[in-house]
C-alpha cells in the first residue's frame, strides 16, 4: 500500500539501452545472471528519464526491467548503490557488468557516454542488483 493507505505504489521503473533499437543484451544478461551491476553519471542516475526509467534507484527498491520494445521482462531488487571512480573500477563492478576487466568497462563506457570525457577522477553511480523474478522470458 502506499503511504496514504490507497492504491500500492507501482515499482520503480528501468531499461537498459543497447546499441540500437532492437538490441535487448542487456536486459538478456539480467535474466541469465550474468549482469547484476549497471553504471552510470551521478547526474543522470538521480534524473527520470521517460515513462521507463525513474532513475534514483535505492537498496531495496523493486524495479521493473523494460526491453527496447518497452516490454516488462523482469523485476529486480537494488541491494547496493555507491559511486566509484572510473580510474579505479572495483571488480565486484566489472565482474557485475558482465565485463572481462576493468579496462574493458572503461572502454565500453567511454563509447557509450560520449562526448562525456570521463577521467580517472570523473564519478559514476554503480546500482548493484539481484533478479527477484522472470516476468517474460527471451526466446
Known amino acids: 500500500m502506499s ?38 553519471t551521478v547526474e543522470a542516475y538521480y534524473q527520470p528519464y521517460g515513462e521507463y526509467g525513474d532513475g534514483s534507484y535505492a537498496p531495496g527498491d523493486l524495479i521493473e526491467v523494460y526491453d527496447q520494445q518497452r516490454r516488462l521482462r523482469c523485476r529486480i531488487r537494488a541491494t547496493k548503490v555507491y559511486n566509484i571512480r572510473f580510474g579505479d573500477v572495483p571488480e565486484e ?31 559514476l553511480v554503480t546500482l548493484h542488483f539481484e533478479l527477484a523474478d522472470v516476468v517474460m522470458p527471451f526466446d
Open 93 to 123: 563492478v566489472w565482474r557485475g557488468e558482465a565485463f572481462a576487466s576493468a579496462e574493458e568497462f572503461r572502454g565500453v563506457h567511454v563509447r557509450a557516454l560520449a562526448p562525456l570525457v570521463l577521467h580517472d577522477d570523473f564519478e
Open 3 to 40: 503511504a496514504e493507505g490507497g492504491m500500492p505504489a507501482r515499482c520503480k521503473r528501468l531499461t537498459f539501452w543497447g546499441a540500437d533499437e532492437y538490441d535487448d543484451s542487456l536486459p538478456r544478461s539480467v535474466i541469465a545472471g550474468r549482469k547484476t551491476v549497471t553504471a552510470d
